[in-house]
Structures are given as C-alpha cells and as structure tokens.
T-cell receptor
C-alpha cells in the first residue's frame, strides 16, 4: 500500500538552530499538508500546499516556517531559529484531490528542541 | 467555543462492550467528516468517513447530524486492539482538516 514517508523520525536540535523536515507524499497525490501535535495536545493544522504554492496556512505558520517542493517527490518543512515550544511531532500528509478527499498521514517526525 | 469538541475520556470498557463517542463541531459550513484513530505517539489513521445517511464498517457505525452539528461513532463488541484515541475530524473548504482533541478508549480483558 502506498504511504507517506517522513525523515527524520526523530531529531534533537539546539534552540536557535534551523531544522528541515522531509516528506515524500504518495506519488499521485496533489495536495500536501503539514500538521503538528505537541505532546498530549491535539493535532493542529499548519499549512496546505497545492500546485506549487501555499493554499492555506494557520496562525501557527508564521515567518519562522516555510515549505518547499524542491523536486517532483519531496515536500519539506523548514523551521528557522527553533524555539523550545516548537518541540512536537510533525506530520506530513497528502491527498489525491478531485473526488478523493481522504488525507493520509506519514508516521511523523518527532522534533525535540533543547 | 472549540471548533471540534470531544469528551477526552478515558472510556474504560470491558471486552465485548458497546461504546459510543460523540463530537460536536462549530463551523456550519463544514463539508466532510471523519473518524481517525491514533495510537500512542503514532500518526492518525483514517477509521471511516462519516456521511449524512450514516455508515457502517464491521463493528463500527458512524452517524452525522448536520442540523445539530453532531457526529457519533459506535463500536460494538469491543476488542483489546480497539484501545486507542479516536479523533473526530471535520473538513472545510480547501480540504483543511480540523481535529478534535480526541477521546481515549481503553478496552480491558
């Protein structure tokens, strides 16, 4: 079964450092998303991406964050100057689009900022 | 008011029991509705979509009441493997999903 893959599975970084989280969405999917889940809290929407541009973003997704689709397969989330409160599980997700509106999640990248 | 609201639980039930979860949502323009399951420190996995006519998948039955902005999930004959957090998820225009905080279920032998 096709799946969304994410790397790294776990990253520890020092406060102030930049982090890039990588995702390979399912190959025929057109919509891509990043969500995050702080430990013990609910899953929160960060950003959606379609046709090589951001289509929606939440209040959380401020200038510290950026997304990119550098080639035909990867979808990245960059967090500049990480803060302690950025520690969370970051989930990438993708969706076919059209009549298919099921969103599939990757296994997540656990980010710990120390 | 929270956009998607769920009772956090936990619901502790014996094997074989029937358990029901409820969820309310605030955005009347919501277009799609789902139940996801999340195991500890894992990704959310789609359990089932929810339709106005109600739908059933094996031991799981989901219902949607658009007038009351209410979604339910019924699990019959609970198994130990059903222990997880059940997430009520609502989609709006732009395919952006809003998650509830989840309801934790613990099925005991």
């Amino acid at each position: 079964e096709p799946e969304v893959t994410q790397t790294p599975s776990h990253q520890v970084t020092q406060m102030g450092q930049e982090v890039i989280l990588r995702c390979v969405p399912i190959s025929n999917h057109l919509y891509f998303y990043w969500y995050r889940q702080i430990l013990g809290q609910k899953v929160e929407f960060l950003v959606s991406f379609y046709n090589n541009e951001i289509s929606e973003k939440s209040e959380i997704f401020d200038d510290q964050f950026s997304v990119e689709r550098p080639d035909g397969s990867n979808f990245t989330l960059k967090i500049r100057s990480t803060k302690l409160e950025d520690s969370a599980m970051y989930f990438c997700a993708s969706m076919t689009g059209g009549d298919g509106n099921t969103i599939y999640f990757g296994e997540g990248s656990w980010l710990t900022v120390v | 008011r929270k956009e998607v609201e769920q009772d956090p639980g936990p619901f502790n039930v014996p094997e074989g029991a029937t358990v029901a979860f409820n969820c309310t949502y605030s955005n009347s323009a919501s277009q799609s509705f789902f139940w996801y399951r999340q195991d500890c420190r894992k990704e959310p996995k789609l359990l089932m979509s929810v339709y106005s006519s109600g739908n059933e998948d094996g031991r799981f039955t989901a219902q949607l009441n658009r007038a009351s902005q209410y979604i339910s999930l019924l699990i019959r004959d609970s198994k130990l493997s059903d222990s997880a957090t059940y997430l009520c998820v609502v989609g709006a225009a732009g395919n952006m999903l809003t998650f509830g905080g989840g309801t934790r279920l613990m099925v005991k032998p």
